[in-house]
């Protein structure tokens, strides 16, 4: 099983180094540098399944390849939200019309962005969006390059200590930001072994919740971002590393995003979810 792992997914970022980790299904962990790229190399046949934030399996169904959904984790709702300077003239999310805020594009970033912006009128493109390296982000906000940062783990950790910059927006308040891990149709060995998948990411989960500084320790070794041990523990400490199967009830939350992203001009067509556990399709 080639199992693609990147370094913003930290469940599969684990289970590459957690000892035992799928060994039932005689892993080969694929890595590569963002979950960007997990559709692209799901249809190359570089990986069998791959887990992301909720935005980048849309974005594959938008482009024509057919998602099949996995599992997905409980809501991550301390991951993620949107900075500006302590300075600004920016006091909420309304405030943003016309500025530049500064994100991973086509990540669980621009769909935050979308709800947060939405209940005060404004669409995607009244912001003016700008993709920076995520370690040149801060310094671009600090030197008044764009007016806004949506930061995440484990730079949003740090973020929130600092005086000089202020939280506008969080995801918990917005979107249910999940990870969720997925595959195409196509892929037979992954979802041949989805009740395998399931198990061993549950696994994982609960081995990492009971042992954080172990956990901490292996994401620090890994140099992922610039988080410290002390760091990434705080960031696992935060969140719920549980994994339930991928059920009609998770397929409608990414129906829910898709069609916002369309609603807000990023999706050029609407896009239908295509594929569920037992053939079922999100009702039209």
Same mark, same amino acid.
């Given at each position: 099983?080639?199992? =693609?792992?990147?370094?913003?997914?930290?469940?599969?970022?684990?289970?590459?180094?957690?000892? =035992?980790?799928?060994?039932?299904?005689?892993?080969?962990?694929?890595?590569?540098?963002?979950?960007?790229?997990?559709?692209?190399?799901?249809?190359?046949?570089?990986?069998?399944?791959?887990?992301?934030?909720?935005?980048?399996?849309?974005?594959?169904?938008?482009?024509?390849?057919?998602?099949?959904?996995?599992?997905?984790?409980?809501?991550?709702?301390?991951?993620?939200?949107?900075?500006?300077?302590?300075?600004?003239?920016? !006091?909420?999310?309304?405030?943003?019309?016309?500025?530049?805020?500064?994100?991973?594009?086509?990540?669980?970033?621009?769909?935050?962005?979308?709800?947060?912006?939405?209940?005060?009128?404004?669409?995607?493109?009244?912001?003016?969006?700008?993709?920076?390296?995520?370690?040149?982000s801060l310094d671009a906000l600090?030197?008044?390059?764009?007016?806004?940062?949506?930061?995440?783990?484990? !730079?949003?950790?740090?973020?929130?200590? !600092?005086?000089?910059?202020?939280?506008?927006?969080?995801?918990?308040?917005?979107?249910?930001?999940?990870?969720?891990?997925?595959?195409?149709?196509?892929?037979?060995?992954?979802?041949?072994? !989805?009740?395998?998948?399931?198990?061993?990411?549950?696994?994982?989960?609960?081995?990492?919740?009971?042992?954080?500084?172990?956990?901490?320790?292996?994401?620090?070794?890994?140099?992922i971002g610039d988080g410290d041990?002390?760091?990434?523990?705080?960031?696992?400490?935060?969140?719920?590393?549980?994994?339930?199967?991928?059920?009609?009830?998770?397929?409608?939350?990414?129906?829910?995003?898709?069609?916002?992203?369309?609603?807000?001009?990023?999706?050029?067509?609407?896009?239908?979810?295509?594929?569920?556990?037992?053939?079922?399709?999100?009702?039209?």
């Amino acid at each position: 099983m080639k199992i =693609g792992v990147h370094p913003s997914n930290l469940h599969l970022m684990l289970a590459r180094s957690w000892p =035992g980790a799928f060994a039932s299904l005689d892993p080969q962990f694929v890595l590569y540098p963002e979950g960007r790229d997990t559709g692209r190399l799901l249809h190359e046949g570089r990986i069998d399944f791959g887990g992301t934030g909720s935005t980048p399996p849309i974005v594959s169904e938008a482009n024509s390849l057919r998602v099949s959904y996995l599992a997905a984790s409980a809501p991550r709702p301390a991951n993620g939200g949107i900075f500006v300077r302590k300075d600004s003239a920016v !006091r909420s999310v309304g405030d943003l019309k016309g500025k530049r805020v500064t994100l991973i594009d086509g990540s669980f970033h621009t769909y935050l962005l979308a709800r947060a912006i939405e209940g005060e009128g404004l669409r995607l493109p009244d912001i003016e969006t700008v993709e920076l390296k995520p370690e040149d982000s801060l310094d671009a906000l600090l030197g008044n390059r764009v007016d806004a940062w949506i930061a995440m783990a484990p !730079r949003l950790e740090k973020a929130l200590e !600092r005086d000089d910059i202020r939280l506008i927006a969080r995801c918990g308040d917005t979107i249910p930001n999940r990870s969720v891990f997925w595959t195409l149709a196509g892929r037979r060995n992954a979802n041949d072994a !989805r009740a395998e998948i399931l198990a061993e990411l549950a696994r994982v989960g609960r081995e990492v919740q009971a042992d954080p500084a172990r956990a901490a320790a292996l994401l620090a070794a890994a140099r992922i971002g610039d988080g410290d041990a002390a760091a990434w523990e705080r960031v696992i400490r935060s969140r719920d590393f549980s994994v339930v199967a991928a059920d009609a009830a998770i397929v409608q939350e990414q129906q829910d995003e898709a069609d916002t992203l369309y609603r807000h001009g990023y999706l050029d067509q609407p896009v239908q979810l295509g594929s569920l556990p037992n053939n079922e399709r999100v009702p039209a």
